[in-house]
Each structure stands twice: as C-alpha cells, then as structure tokens.
C-alpha cells in the first residue's frame, strides 16, 4: 500500500499526545493541587488514574482491534479521548477531573491499539508502520512534560486538554479512510504469540523509574526550588534532548537490543542516583544527572519496545502488551515512591522549621522586626498543607524598613536555602529507589538474545 | 557478548560512576542536611556579643539566653521551645513530651529567664540604666524641659536608684507567664506586656530603694 503521509502525520500526531498525556500533567499538578486544595499524594492520582486504567485497557483494547475494524475503533477511541479531554479542561472538582482521566485512558487505549494497525497500513510498512508508532509514543511521553509545563505557565493547566482536542480529531478522518483496510493480515482465528516476558518486564521497571526522572523531578523543581512551570519545563527538556541523541549512538554502537538496553537501564539508574546526590538546589546541578536519564530512555524504549513487537501476532494484541507494561510500571513507580517521598517530606518538616527558627533567632534583625517576620512565617508554615511553603510572603507582609532591607534579604536567602536542602533531601530517597527499579531492568534485559532476535 | 556488545554497557557504567563520583565530590552526600539546632546548654555567639543600650536590644537578650537556659533544663532544643511557645496545642504537645504541666512549663520558662538576668549581669553584659536613659527618653517624646530635668540627673544616682539586674528580676518575677503566652502571637500586645513589666519594676524598685536610704522612724510614719 503507498504511504500517506498526511494520515501518517495525523495518527502519530494523535499516539504521541495520547502517550503524552501519561505525564503532559506533571508541571501542571501544583497548580492543580493549588486549585483542589488537595494534596501531594491526592493530586498523584491525576497521573496514577490515567496510566492505571491505560495498564489495565491496553491489552483488551488491542484484543478489540483484532477482531474488529481498527480503523472504524480508532475513531470511537479518538472522539472519546477528545470529548474526555474537554471534561478534564471543565472539571469543577478533583473528583470530576479523574473521572474524566479514566474516559481519557479507556479512548486513548483504543487509540493507541488501533493507530499501531492503522500507521502499518498507512506507511504500508510493518517496521516502519511499527517504528512510527513506538516513535510517536517516545517521543509523546518526553516531550509531554514540557509542552504541558509551558502551556501552564502561558495559559493555564486547563489548556493542556483544550489544546489536546483539535490535535487529536484531526486523526478521525485518517482513521475513517483506512476503514477495511487496517489490521487484515491476521486471521483472529490463528492462536496469539505469547507477550515477551522479558522485553516487557523491563520496560515495566525501566517506566517505573522514568516516572521519577519527570514526576519527582518536576515536583521538586517547581514545589521544592520554586521555580515556575515554564522554567521546570525548560530544564526538563535536557531529557527528550537527550533521548533524541541516543538514537544516532545506538546506530553508530551497533551493538545489539540486549547492549543498548543494558546500557539504557544503567545510564537511567546513574542518572536518578545521581539526582538524589545533588550538591546544590541550581537547576544546573540536574543537567547532566537528566542527560544520563534521557539517553537511558532512548537507549532502552526503543529497542525494547521492538523486541517486543518483532515477528509477533497479533501485532495489535503485542502493542497493547507493551503499553500495559509501560504504564503498569508507572502506576508501580508512582505508588512505590509518592508515598516514600511524601513521608520523606513529612519528616523533613520538624527539621527545617527548627532551622528557620534558628536562623530568625541569630539574624542580626532588631528584635520587633524578628517578631514580625515571626508572624508571618508562623502563618506561612502552618498554611503550608504538605508542600514546601512559600517564605517570601511573610517578608513582604513584615514591611521591615529600608535600613534593614539587606540584612533581611540575607535571612530570606538562608532560609530559602534551609527549605531547598530540606525539599531536597525529601526526595533523595525517592531518587534511590527509582534508581534501583531502573537497575533491575538490567535483569530481564540480560535475557533478550534468543526469543528478542529471532 | 562480542566486545562491541559490552563497550556500550561499560561506558553507560564509567558515565554514572564518573558523574556519582563527582557529585559525591561537590558535596553531594551532605547537601540535603539542614542546619542542626545548636546545644542550648553550650555557650552561643550571638548571645555573648555586647548588648546595645537599647530596651528592646536588652529585652531581647533576656528572651534569648532565657531560651537556652530553659531549653537546656528541659532538655529540648531551643528552636523546639520557641516552636511550640506561641500555639497553645504545640505547648501542649511538648510539655505532654516532656512528662510536665502546661503550667511547669510556663513556671520552667519564667526560672529560664530569672537566670537569664543573673547570667547576663554575672558577665557584664547588662548596660547600665543610665545607658539606656536616652533612649527611653526619646522613645516617650517628652517636652523639653522635663528631657532637660532627666539629663540633670547624674548617671550615678540613676543607676543606683535603678539597677539594670535587681529590675530585670523584679519583672520577670512579676510576669504572668500565661499571659505573655497567649500574646506571642501579637507583637503589639508582647511588647507593652514587656515595657509594662519593666515600668512597674523600676517604679518598685525605685520606691523600694528610696525607702531603704531613709530613716526607720520616717518609713514608719509612711506605714512602710
């Protein structure tokens, strides 16, 4: 069949953002959180829902698109997805927005199965059909925290949905034209090839671990160093930068799924390790730490998505397989860490408001300007709710006089520099484990010559 | 594994070694360690430096060494007591930690202070009344001749008359410790709580040492 490009364009455009949406909220959730008036652990259900509900629809999505049109279920999933979208952007209340999570995950498994089928159709190609889709999908879930985070900034969290809508549609007329012609290269009556244990298994913890490298990360640059959403979002881009040059690597390595996937799952453990030993709260100090991440994900995503997906049928059935384990691995990482890190922060607490104390004590401040810095930082710690508080509003509300101002901008930048340690210790252990998960991927990489390059 | 197989792993391995390496290097083991609280028992720097002769300087010294001194007998850092001190749930909290009353606590709190004074007056960081007279003065904006009539007073009979320690300690004597609780949160109301305290002591103690000078017949009659 002769490529079309446009519909090509359109169904990895839709993949990628369906995919995106596992983490497109990461930079948003303060803000969410701000708006719900929930908390850290609360709010982790807007990314916990979607993946959860995508893990679990992934494979009896793909079980539809065998036996069914993909093309005709490509565009039921697409118009769900959309008008899920749309609910999300409207939500009065938490309750309403993770409902509209899970009608966004069911649309979108649906779409991600059926686009696997359709982009093979479409570029007439199974390896470049198949290489389109993983692409699409890599490429979705790196780049989603970034486009989500400027967005924030720029607009709002709301129109993260909004924007995803027209993107998403625009693939429906794609889907209708490859109706019938999607999907006919397998009879549903033929017995299914058994999923890639070990492909699958590490791209399980290789996820698990790629969700701290953006959900902690993102959380402790935007709740822990104050940085703003736009600023979170440029710094994380070193990571989708980074994965992008793993690809050239591997080609010039040409050493083989099994080595690049190795290699991935060290370079992402180094990384995270890493980002729990930071030697300062600068944005700088996290550069090299992502870069290591980044190149980890283009080294392991790819190649073991393709192990996964080589010679296999039902190639939709196998696709499914792999997005299950993707996101059932995010689900893992995000229930295994949010509550090590929120406990973490939790502790950290009792610490950092001691050595605030400290600090105000000493400061060389007159003793009425200390009282009613005091006021308002007693007010800002108590109204803190779980997250690193904001100190700067008690500076502003104590009005200290002119004369004071560079004592009082000192005492301000040793207590920013108190919670920044203290932000950043609560998520050293988080960092850790997450680094652990992604060095077990090494084990069931280890075995994918054989069954992975026949 | 052909050697071309393993030269990706081994550099992923040397790339997250060298990068751990050099962050373990710039600091990064102890970097998310804040600020310890200081033993409240061992001597502080920022207690010791010179007192200016102020009311408010003077004041808040008191408070301080106070503080260490009642978090030392308590055993608690002086950051966890200032912590607690102003919402009464936390007061609660820690004295229910310590094993003591609300009350104890505050009867803990006002000794921290009476030792303050010695401690302070022991090391000669307590500046004489006459010091802080000028300040006072301005601070009560009073009319010019009566500003006139204080500076006429030589220094000698205004520090004998009122000496900076024996006041100090008749106004921590005299402070409803509950009462200065419950104001922490209003700086406004500690603050004329504080001043109130130390008038009434000056005034007492002034009276109390002009009755001493005179003779025993003559308080008699005054039905001292």
């Given at each position: 069949m002769a490529a079309m490009r446009p519909a090509v364009i359109a169904l990895s455009l839709a993949v990628g953002v369906v995919l995106a949406d596992s983490a497109v909220v990461t930079l948003a959730l303060p803000d969410i959180l701000r708006q719900y008036e929930t908390t850290v652990g609360g709010v982790s259900w807007v990314l916990t829902t979607f993946n959860l509900v995508l893990a679990l629809a992934a494979v009896p999505a793909a079980r539809l698109c065998v036996r069914r049109d993909p093309g005709a279920l490509g565009a039921v999933g697409l118009v769900v997805f959309a008008a899920c979208c749309a609910v999300c952007a409207a939500a009065p209340s938490l309750g309403v927005l993770l409902a509209g999570r899970v009608g966004q995950a069911l649309g979108g498994a649906v779409v991600i199965a059926s686009c696997l089928e359709l982009l093979v159709a479409a570029t007439g190609s199974?390896?470049?059909?198949?290489?389109?889709?993983?692409?699409?999908?890599?490429?979705?879930?790196?780049?989603?925290?970034?486009?989500?985070?400027?967005?924030?900034?720029?607009?709002?969290?709301?129109?993260?949905?909004?924007?995803?809508?027209?993107?998403?549609?625009?693939?429906?007329?794609?889907?209708?034209?490859?109706?019938?012609?999607?999907?006919?290269?397998?009879?549903?009556?033929?017995?299914?090839?058994?999923?890639?244990?070990?492909?699958?298994?590490?791209?399980?913890?290789?996820?698990?671990?790629?969700?701290?490298?953006?959900?902690?990360?993102?959380?402790l640059l935007v709740e822990g160093w104050q940085r703003s959403p736009a600023q979170a979002a440029l710094i994380v881009t070193v990571i989708p930068v980074a994965a992008l040059a793993a690809g050239p690597l591997a080609r010039a390595a040409r050493a083989g799924t099994r080595s690049e996937a190795v290699a991935g799952a060290i370079?992402?453990?180094?990384?995270?390790?890493?980002?729990?030993?930071?030697?300062?709260?600068?944005?700088?100090?996290?550069?090299?730490?992502?870069?290591?991440?980044?190149?980890?994900?283009?080294?392991?995503?790819?190649?073991?998505?393709?192990?996964?997906?080589?010679?296999?049928v039902p190639r939709a059935l196998h696709g499914g397989w792999t997005i299950a384990a993707r996101h059932g691995g995010i689900v893992v990482g995000l229930l295994i860490l949010t509550p090590v890190f929120t406990a973490d922060l939790r502790d950290a607490r009792a610490p950092a408001q001691e050595a605030i104390a400290a600090q105000v004590l000493d400061s060389r401040l007159p003793a009425s300007s200390k009282l009613a810095l005091a006021e308002g930082l007693g007010e800002q710690l108590a109204d803190e709710g779980g997250r690193v508080p904001d100190l700067a509003p008690a500076f502003s509300a104590a009005d200290l006089p002119a004369a004071q101002a560079a004592r009082a901008a000192a005492l301000e930048r040793g207590l920013d520099d108190q919670l920044e340690r203290a932000a950043t210790g609560a998520f050293r252990d988080a960092f850790l484990l997450a680094g652990l998960l992604a060095l077990l991927a090494v084990v069931p990489a280890l075995f994918l010559r054989g069954r992975g390059e026949r | 594994m052909s050697r071309r197989a393993i030269a990706l792993p081994l550099a992923a391995l040397v790339l997250a070694g060298a990068l751990l390496g050099a962050y373990a290097l710039a600091g990064g083991d102890d970097y998310s360690e804040v600020q310890g609280a200081a033993d409240p028992c061992a001597a502080r720097a920022s207690v010791d430096r010179p007192v200016a002769p102020e009311l408010e300087a003077?004041?808040?010294?008191?408070?301080?060494?106070?503080?260490?001194?009642?978090?030392?007998?308590?055993?608690?850092?002086?950051?966890?007591?200032?912590?607690?001190?102003?919402?009464?749930?936390?007061?609660?909290?820690?004295?229910?930690?310590?094993?003591?009353?609300?009350?104890?606590?505050?009867?803990?709190?006002?000794?921290?202070?009476?030792?303050?004074?010695?401690?302070?007056?022991?090391?000669?960081?307590?500046?004489?009344?006459?010091?802080?007279?000028?300040?006072?003065?301005?601070?009560?904006?009073?009319?010019?001749?009566?500003?006139?009539?204080?500076?006429?007073?030589?220094?000698?009979?205004?520090?004998?008359?009122?000496?900076?320690?024996?006041?100090?300690?008749?106004?921590v004597r005299s402070l409803d410790v509950q009462a200065l609780l419950d104001g922490l949160g209003d700086s406004d109301q500690l603050e004329s709580m504080l001043r109130d305290a130390v008038e009434e002591a000056a005034q007492e103690e002034i009276r109390a040492r002009l009755l001493d000078e005179l003779p025993e017949s003559v308080r008699g009659l005054l039905g001292e």
């Open positions: 199974e390896p470049r059909g198949a290489a389109r889709w993983a692409g699409a999908g890599v490429a979705g879930a790196a780049l989603g925290p970034v486009a989500g985070g400027l967005l924030t900034q720029a607009i709002s969290w709301q129109s993260i949905f909004i924007f995803q809508v027209p993107v998403v549609l625009a693939a429906v007329p794609a889907a209708l034209a490859l109706r019938g012609r999607a999907g006919r290269d397998h009879d549903p009556s033929l017995p299914s090839d058994r999923p890639h244990l070990a492909a699958n298994a590490a791209l399980a913890l290789i996820s698990a671990a790629l969700t701290a490298a953006l959900f902690l990360l993102v959380l370079a992402v453990a180094g990384g995270l390790a890493a980002l729990a030993l930071l030697p300062g709260a600068e944005a700088v100090w996290t550069l090299a730490p992502q870069a290591l991440v980044g190149l980890g994900l283009g080294l392991t995503i790819d190649s073991l998505t393709a192990v996964a997906l080589r010679d296999r | 003077l004041a808040e010294r008191v408070v301080l060494v106070g503080l260490d001194e009642t978090a030392c007998s308590l055993g608690v850092s002086r950051e966890r007591l200032v912590l607690a001190l102003p919402v009464a749930e936390d007061r609660r909290a820690l004295a229910e930690e310590l094993g003591i009353s609300e009350d104890e606590l505050g009867r803990e709190l006002k000794a921290g202070l009476g030792r303050a004074v010695d401690r302070l007056d022991r090391a000669g960081r307590l500046p004489r009344a006459s010091a802080l007279l000028p300040a006072i003065v301005a601070e009560l904006d009073l009319p010019g001749f009566a500003e006139d009539l204080v500076d006429a007073i030589p220094d000698q009979t205004v520090d004998s008359l009122v000496p900076t320690g024996p006041v100090l300690r008749r106004a």
